[in-house]
């Protein structure tokens, strides 16, 4: 699959700073240009194809939200704002993701595989056929421990460690929240503090603050209330 071209449209220079270096670390990411207001995004998308804007909602001259309505076909979309506010606007401008600052790598990557996804199954990109798996393989002390992801309730992120809860137990395995989130299904699975994924099926109430998953409450952090939406 050839790389994501994307551009970042931003004011804030720490922002931007931030982004980019993100952007760097992620290998089918290729930065195109960062732009400082929306008009210079215009101007550089008559002349250039991209795959993916990250956008901010307050911009001087033109807001994000408006300059978005005004492409008439837009690329992948991932907003980034202090104000979780206009997620809903956001969403029913079919934006791809909704990030709120400041944002943390981890969040970052779940958005930007949301992208890759989306820009693999696109018409004319070849399809890999893969067998849907209904489960993962955990190293647990020595060996693999095989866990059906109907069964997994949550996993908790323990330092260098992650600690995997399931209907039948918990295992404790060395490995980042990061690595095992590659491995779960994304419509089953979600990422709602930076030490917690829960599975969807499994939540029985949430607030804006926790979710409950069999009677053990669990925050949602501050950057990802955004996916309450999803919910």
Same mark, same amino acid.
């Given at each position: 699959?050839s790389n994501i071209k994307c551009i970042i449209v931003e004011d804030e ?63 992948? /979309? ?13 969403? #029913? ?15 970052? @990557? /779940?958005?930007?595989?949301?992208? $890759? ?21 955990? #190293? /647990?002390?020595?060996? $693999? ?7 997994? @309730?949550?996993?908790?992120?323990q330092k260098e460690y992650i600690k995997l809860v399931t209907t039948k ?63």
């Amino acid at each position: 699959m050839s790389n994501i071209k994307c551009i970042i449209v931003e004011d804030e220079p720490l922002a931007v700073k931030i982004l980019a270096d993100y952007v760097s670390q992620v290998p089918f990411l290729e930065l195109q240009g960062t732009f400082k207001d929306a008009i210079l995004a215009t101007d550089y998308l008559r002349d250039h194809a991209v795959d993916l804007i990250f956008l901010d909602i307050h911009l001087p001259k033109l807001k994000g939200m408006a300059f978005l309505k005004t492409l008439a076909n837009p690329p992948e /979309v991932i907003i980034t704002t202090a104000y979780h506010q206009y997620a809903v606007e956001g969403f #029913n401008l079919n934006v791809t993701d909704y990030l709120l600052k400041p944002i943390e790598f981890e969040r970052f @990557l /779940v958005a930007v595989n949301k992208v $890759k996804t989306a820009h693999k199954d696109k018409p004319g990109t070849p399809a890999v056929p893969q067998e849907a798996k209904d489960y993962l393989f955990l #190293n /647990v002390q020595k060996k $693999k421990v095989k866990i059906l992801f109907c069964d997994i @309730l949550y996993i908790e992120s323990q330092k260098e460690y992650i600690k995997l809860v399931t209907t039948k137990g918990e295992y404790l395995s060395k490995m980042s929240t990061h690595e095992i989130e590659t491995l779960l299904p994304a419509h089953l699975f979600k990422r709602i503090h930076r030490s917690f994924i829960v599975s969807k099926n499994k939540i029985d109430s949430y607030t804006m603050e926790e979710v409950e998953v069999n009677g053990v409450s669990i925050p949602i952090g501050r950057g990802y209330r955004d996916v309450l939406a999803e919910l």
